[in-house]
């Protein structure tokens, strides 16, 4: 059973336009989010976090929107750059038991030149 | 600050055979995490470290994988005797506590024959 889904396994985008990768979890106790960047042959990188109690957190040109009752959550680069080009992975995880993250299974991003 | 540092990069070892990964985390991180990323699919947590101890290995096949964190600095992880469906990237993680951020090392790639 897949909890933390993302639907779209590629997206190609247009430089200075808008990117949105979307996110989806079934385990209302999720109340911590993450989204990581991961390029070839690198490890995921930290990008950026949201916590239940917010429905939106910035930072630069990336924005993470939380919408508790639809259990999605969306990531949004504005404006798109080449080098945004990789795998985005959301991650969830419930403050309280285990702690452990459950990662989607990631979205390739695209950004055309 | 260093990051998470992994070795080898690569391996290729025929199956039944045994094979081991090294991670040393960033300075400071009491936690540690191995993870476990088949083609296609986000990584899957295998254990995680509170310093030495070994506080959730739900998810390790113990009868052929072991871990150890010695001294809660630096881990190994091994697989004996190594099967085809084995071949994934083995990524360590390491956070300063157990619900903060984590950060990736490079993966170690490994290929079983």
């Known amino acids: 059973d897949q909890q933390v889904k993302q639907n779209s396994p590629s997206l190609s985008v247009q430089e200075g336009r808008i990117s949105i990768l979307n996110c989806d979890y079934t385990?209302?106790?999720?109340?911590?989010f993450l989204w990581y960047k991961k390029y070839p042959a690198e490890g995921p990188t930290f990008l950026i976090s949201?916590?239940?109690?917010?429905d939106k957190n910035e930072d630069g040109r990336f924005t993470v929107f939380l919408n508790k009752s639809a259990k999605h959550l969306s990531l949004h680069i504005v404006p798109s750059q080449p080098g945004d080009s990789a795998v985005y992975f959301c991650a969830a995880r419930r403050s309280s038991g285990t702690y452990k993250y459950i990662f989607g299974t990631g979205t390739r991003l695209k950004v055309l030149a | 600050e260093a990051g998470v540092v992994q070795s080898p990069r690569y391996k290729i070892i025929e199956k039944k055979q045994p094979v081991a990964f090294w991670c040393n985390p960033i300075?400071?991180?009491?936690?540690l995490y191995w993870y476990r990323q088949n083609l296609g699919q986000g990584p899957e947590l295998l254990i995680r470290y509170e310093n030495e101890e070994a506080v959730d290995d739900s998810q390790l096949p113990k009868d052929r994988f072991s871990a150890e964190r010695l001294k809660g600095v630096d881990s190994t992880l091994k697989i004996q005797p190594a099967e085809l469906g084995d071949s994934a990237v083995y990524l360590c993680?390491?956070?300063?506590?157990?619900?903060?951020?984590?950060?990736f090392g490079p993966g170690t790639r490994l290929l079983v024959l």
């Open positions: 949201i916590s239940s109690i917010k």
């Open positions: 993680a390491s956070s300063p506590g157990d619900v903060e951020t984590q950060y």
């Open positions: 300075s400071g991180h009491n936690t």
């Open positions: 385990n209302s106790m999720f109340d911590y």
